[in-house]
């Protein structure tokens, strides 16, 4: 299913690239991604991430780093278990954000995750 899914994406894709797409890509040189690496989720505390990322959703903790960028936040790393990496910025001085994520131009929408076993109430197994 996940890769019918995936190739329907990608006729989508092809669908709608136009000549002057294809023009302008001849112009100006890309370079072809060939995945996701990561993604990071700016976070409050530590534990509150431990709690969500693994306790919640089951992903290990693998380790924690300074954030290279920032000396005062960490790096925590966990793996969503497809051979990429969910990292989170923590700052033990933040507190949850009690309000829905802000829908701006820039901001994530939503992640969707693949999960094995899930059960919505009043319906089958999904998995």
Request: aromatic share 8%.
């Amino acid at each position: 299913m996940q890769k019918d899914f995936e190739a329907q994406v990608r006729a989508n894709q092809q669908e709608h690239v136009s000549r002057s797409d294809l023009a302008r890509s001849e112009r100006v040189k890309t370079t072809q991604v060939q995945g996701v690496h990561h993604i990071t989720i700016v976070g409050s505390t530590k534990q509150s991430a431990v709690d969500f990322w693994q306790g919640v959703l089951g992903m290990p903790f693998l380790f924690e780093q300074p954030n290279l960028g920032k000396p005062d936040e960490n790096h925590l790393y966990f793996d969503p278990g497809d051979g990429r990496l969910l990292t989170v910025f923590t700052d033990e001085t933040r507190q949850d954000a009690g309000r829905h994520a802000p829908r701006e131009i820039g901001c994530v929408e939503h992640l969707a995750f693949c999960v094995a076993g899930y059960v919505r109430p009043g319906a089958g197994s999904i998995a």
